[in-house]
């Protein structure tokens, strides 16, 4: 059973998962953002391996990554935070990055050095279940847990053969678009999560767009597993770039005040 | 092709899961497509009534004269709109109305292919919205103007490099929100599985039609054929249907300001392979993985990345990739004026400045056909700026 699993077995709560990009805005600011979100109460830490065009985020994620490579944020940087991270707590860490930081590595490397550093999932935002079979199949020997995105236009078959890879949690996408903070869950996210149930046994993760406690508590109430919030805790990042001591207390209440919203009372 | 969408190991599908039904979607649509002999005609129709298709292959004497061989111009800057952009978005517009899309968008480098866009959307009644990157809507201002005289909505793209590169990015993430309404015409040889192989079919067209003249004209194949290469859908449009024919075919990249000051999109000629925009091909990447900055004199060849079936035609040697640098590029430009009275767009002066430089190659004989993809109209106001004229 793998870090993740572990976690997703605990009851009572829908796990926590927050994002942030790695090396945004500095490697030792980054450091601390990432202890704070743990100190918060994070249940699962996705670091964004930056990527000058990522395709699949929206700006506030877009502008993260162009701070991170301006700051000289590296595959190398993006290891040590790892380890760092990994010395001072326990907590599953997933990467998220894009195919071509993964391939001019090399694959078999990428995963090597991810798995050293303490790595527990990768996820490859531009890589559907067709082109993944050699990434699967390294992932397994490294024990990480590929990752994978399901969305609203997900056919049945496809799922099936997403499923039949992902390990760890499904990464269920909440609208058709690209990530950012948005005001509400919407009702075709809690049917996707109804849908995609009835395929697997496997943890569901609603992420995109929910930045509020009450989308939370939308989400625990429909019987998500866990959510991904990112924009949210990358705006909190940016907005208090030049006070970090302050940055770290609003990042520790934030994710307090998005878990109790998450508790479940059964 | 050998596995599904890949050009030897170039090509494939790297796009996000949401994009996953919409690129089947288009799969099937286009083998309907390609199976009925109505839309051939259709696309057939519009090609020769609305397009002006065929275009001629002009014998240029004075060039000839003046370099020693037998220059022949595949005329593409005569097409409506003034390049070999509308080709395509004629086939693709029309494909979109069979699927029963509600809306274009586009993203463009030069403004040629938004322009070709605004042009099918129009004809087609399909209204168009066009990515561009705030730089080139500066350098090409006159193509902005163009596209919203046709009813396109024209949105400059703020961010990463602010050119062809990042009006992508800003195309793919609209797509990725309206994907079930939304069809995206993609001006070139690139992106995922099914647009490198659907783009050349609709450009290859310009092969099919130089390749029947040459043999009118000179009884047999040229000896070279010579395109510029920015994504790379006029030249594997015209290179296409020779690939199995004996002879020489070039592919001309931009040098900008010299391959050794890093500053020019010379994807083939000094990139490394690599994934962006949904494609595995060679890529201008740093040692990471991210994708580099680039320059070019012609703003339609400023991109970082090219075409999957090209990187597979380069490794076997099919064809050959060189590069011009924007001085030859602008000489070749005031040449082509001067002597035949045709103003080469800035990305097909790319061609015609290979030639140009390498005429001492070529025997008396010889039969060269370059394919002029454009008209510089669109480019007269920077070349007037770069030579202090005001
Ligand atoms: C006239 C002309 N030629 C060539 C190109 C480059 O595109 P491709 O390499 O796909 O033909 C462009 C792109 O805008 C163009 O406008």
Same mark, same amino acid.
């Given at each position: 059973m793998s870090r993740i699993d572990r976690v997703f077995q605990r009851n009572g709560q829908t796990t926590f998962i927050g994002f942030a990009v790695a090396g945004d805005p500095d490697r030792d600011t980054s450091a601390r953002? %990432?202890?704070?979100?743990?100190?918060?109460?994070?249940d699962i830490l996705e670091l964004g391996v930056?990527?000058?065009d990522p395709v699949a985020d929206g700006k506030t994620i877009q502008k993260a990554d162009e701070r991170a490579i301006a700051a000289g944020t590296t595959p190398d940087t993006v290891f040590s935070l790892v380890r760092e991270i990994r010395a001072y707590s326990a907590v599953p860490i997933v990467l998220l990055t894009y195919y071509n930081m993964v391939y001019r590595r090399g694959v078999e490397r990428f995963y090597r050095e991810a798995h050293e550093a303490g790595v527990d999932g990768i996820l490859i935002a531009d890589m559907p279940v067709e082109e993944s079979a050699e990434v699967v199949e390294i992932a397994r020997t490294y024990e990480i847990d590929p990752i994978f995105l399901v969305t609203r236009t997900t056919s049945p078959e496809r799922m099936d053969e997403i499923v039949r890879r %992902?390990?760890?949690?499904?990464?269920?996408?909440?609208v058709l678009g690209v990530t950012g903070a948005r005001d509400r869950v919407p009702d075709e996210a809690l049917a996707l999560l109804h849908r995609v149930r009835t395929h697997t046994a496997l943890p569901l993760a609603l992420g995109f767009g929910i930045s509020a406690p009450e989308h939370v508590k939308t989400c625990a109430e429909a019987g998500a597993d866990g959510v991904i919030v990112g924009s949210a805790i990358v705006s909190i990042v940016e907005k208090n770039a030049g006070n970090i001591p302050l940055m770290e207390q609003e990042l520790k209440r934030y994710v307090a005040r998005m878990k109790a919203a998450g508790v479940r009372d059964r | 092709m050998d596995k599904k969408g890949r050009f030897g190991e170039y090509g494939g599908q790297f796009v996000s899961e949401t994009l996953m039904s919409a690129l089947?979607?288009? #799969?099937? /649509?286009?083998?309907?497509?390609?199976?009925?002999?109505?839309?051939?005609?259709?696309?057939?129709?519009?090609q020769a009534e609305f397009a002006g298709r065929p275009t001629p &292959?002009?014998?240029? /004497?004075?060039?000839?004269? #003046?370099?020693?061989?037998r220059i022949y111009l595949k005329r593409e800057d005569l097409v409506h709109g003034g390049s070999h952009?509308?080709?395509?978005? &004629?086939?693709?517009?029309?494909? /979109?109305?069979?699927?029963g899309k509600k809306r274009l968008i586009a993203e463009t480098g030069a403004g040629q292919h938004g322009v070709a866009t605004a042009i099918a959307g129009a004809a087609l009644g399909l209204p168009v919205e066009v990515y561009m990157g705030e730089v080139d809507t500066k350098r090409q201002a006159l193509n902005v103007f163009r596209m919203e005289l046709m009813g396109a909505k024209v949105i400059p793209v703020k961010t990463g490099t602010r050119t062809l590169k990042d009006a992508i990015n800003e195309a793919l993430r609209d797509w990725v929100t309206h994907v079930e309404d939304t069809y995206y015409l993609i001006g070139s040889v690139v992106g995922p599985h099914p647009y490198p192989m659907m783009v050349r079919d609709f450009q290859s067209v310009i092969g099919c039609e130089a390749r029947e003249q040459c043999k009118k004209k000179e009884g047999r194949v040229p000896d070279t054929i010579v395109a510029c290469v920015g994504g790379g859908s006029n030249a594997i449009g015209i290179f296409y249907p020779f690939l199995s024919d004996t002879l020489e075919l070039v592919g001309v990249e931009a040098g900008g300001r010299g391959i050794g000051t890093g500053e020019h999109s010379a994807t083939l000629c000094a990139g490394e392979a690599g994934v962006l925009h949904g494609a595995f091909s060679y890529l201008l990447q740093d040692a990471h993985g991210q994708v580099l900055p680039t320059h070019s004199i012609a703003a339609g060849l400023d991109y970082p990345g090219v075409g999957p079936e090209h990187s597979m035609l380069k490794d076997a040697r099919r064809v050959t990739y060189t590069t011009v640098n924007d001085q030859d590029v602008l000489d070749a430009f005031m040449f082509l004026s001067r002597t035949e009275g045709i103003i080469p767009a800035l990305e097909s002066a790319h061609a015609v400045a290979y030639v140009l430089k390498h005429a001492d190659r070529f025997d008396k004989d010889d039969v060269v056909v370059i394919n002029l993809s454009g008209r510089g109209d669109k480019d007269v106001a920077e070349v007037a700026a770069l030579q202090g004229v005001t």
């Open positions: 953002v %990432a202890h704070a979100l743990i100190d918060g109460g994070t930056p990527f000058s %992902a390990r760890g949690f499904l990464y269920l996408v909440s | 089947l979607e288009l #799969e099937h /649509a286009y083998d309907m497509i390609t199976a009925d002999p109505h839309f051939e005609q259709a696309l057939r129709e519009y &292959l002009t014998f240029c /004497a004075n060039m000839s004269r #003046e370099l020693g061989c952009k509308l080709n395509n978005t &004629l086939g693709q517009a029309l494909l /979109a109305q069979r699927m």
